[in-house]
Antibody, heavy 115, light 107 residues
Framework: QVQLQESGPGLVKPSETLSLTCTVS?????????WGWIRQPPGKGLEWIGS???????YYNPSLKSRLTISRDTSKNHFSLKLTSVTAADTAMYYC????????WGQGTMVSVSS | DIQMTQSPSSLSASVGDRVTITCRAS??????LGWYQQKPGKAPKRLIY???SLQSGVPSRFSGSGSGTEFTLTISSLQPEDFATYYC?????????FGQGTKVEIK
């Protein structure tokens, strides 16, 4: 079955770049679907960050667009998130998920922004 | 942005109760809406897609309805494992947006 797994540092310093990868197993990300990122600050609701379509086209939340890059490596069957100039407000659980309606989710990875 | 107004923000209910959660979209989104259940420390799980289609493996006590701007998630008979937080998501227009969530607690 299709599985998604997030990975990356759990602690990032303010003003630095947050980098996460979502590795997909059981399906080729270049075959179909949107592949996206969602985050959830502690005790708060969900926010869609952005997605990359199977053809490589990207879609970003305007609230993050100036700091955000989502890319993919089809040879490794993973897609990645880079968020620059992070602050404490970027502290959150970060999830990756498949498709527009987010049918399959990774387990999430907690990222804290702190010096 | 399309705003999703979800209500109530929380509710207390007993096992066996019928529970209804509503999401209103600030503009029409056809049926591009999903419902998700999240338990503490876990990733959200999709329950309903395309506003009214039941995700495979999800109990039939969950149902979704609506189209356009008003949507409803109904749990026909609340079970102990249903106590969780529920979110709606619209994926009709960018940015995709979630409702604020509804926490379903034990009465």
């Amino acid at each position: 079955q299709v599985q998604l797994q997030e990975s990356g540092p759990g602690l990032v310093k303010p003003s630095e770049t947050l980098s996460l990868t979502c590795t997909v197993s059981g399906y080729s990300i270049s075959s179909g679907y949107y592949w996206g990122w969602i985050r959830q600050p502690p005790g708060k609701g969900l926010e869609w960050i952005g997605s990359i379509y199977y053809n490589g086209r990207t879609y970003y939340n305007p609230s993050l667009k100036s700091r955000l890059t989502i890319s993919r490596d089809t040879s490794k069957n993973h897609f990645s998130l880079k968020l620059t100039s992070v602050t404490a407000a970027d502290t959150a659980m970060y999830y990756c998920a498949r498709d527009r309606s987010l049918d399959i989710w990774g387990q999430g990875t907690m990222v804290s922004v702190s010096s | 942005d399309i705003q999703m107004t979800q209500s109530p923000s929380s509710l207390s209910a007993s096992v066996g109760d019928r529970v209804t959660i509503t999401c209103r979209a600030s503009q029409g989104i056809r049926n591009d809406l999903g419902w998700y259940q999240q338990k503490p420390g876990k990733a959200p799980k999709r329950l309903i897609y395309a506003a009214s289609s039941l995700q495979s493996g999800v109990p039939s006590r969950f149902s979704g309805s609506g189209s356009g701007t008003e949507f409803t998630l109904t749990i026909s008979s609340l079970q102990p494992e249903d106590f969780a937080t529920y979110y709606c998501l619209q994926h009709n227009g960018y940015p995709w947006t979630f409702g604020q969530g509804t926490k379903v607690e034990i009465k």
